[in-house]
Nanobody, 124 residues
Framework: QVQLVESGGGLVRAGGSLRLSCVLS????????MGWFRQGPGNEREFVAA????????SYADSVKGRFTISRDNAKKTMYLQMNSLKPDDTAVYYC?????????????????WGQGTQVTVSS
């Protein structure tokens, strides 16, 4: 069974940086397109970024383009989200998700497995 565990969240001031990690436990990390989503207070879960199975292509929400970078290390079964120039509007619970044989899905319903989430809080 596939399990995803996020880490790296925390409290940071506006303009600061954080790096989130997502580790997959299961046999075939490279079999999954991966994504990051977030859900802020009172908001629906929204797409943040996605990466293809071998990292050749990425996709970003307009709100994070140029500030966030998604990457993966298949040997470590780990995906990352480097978040720079953070803003208070980035405050949310961040979730990683795995989409079996998927590629750059932006819809949450396309993903098969989800992590438990990690809180990111950006103070002004």
């Amino acid at each position: 069974q596939v399990q995803l565990v996020e880490s790296g969240g925390g409290l940071v001031r506006a303009g600061g940086s954080l790096r989130l990690s997502c580790v997959l436990s299961g046999p075939t990390f490279s079999g999954y397109g991966m994504g990051w989503f977030r859900q802020g207070p009172g908001n629906e879960r929204e797409f943040v970024a996605a990466i293809t199975r071998f990292g050749g292509s990425t996709s970003y929400a307009d709100s994070v383009k140029g500030r966030f970078t998604i990457s993966r290390d298949n040997a470590k079964k780990t995906m990352y989200l480097q978040m720079n120039s953070l803003k208070p509007d980035d405050t949310a619970v961040y979730y990683c998700a795995a989409d079996y044989l998927g590629a750059l899905s932006v819809r949450a319903g396309e993903y098969d497995y989800w992590g438990q989430g990690t809180q990111v809080t950006v103070s002004s």
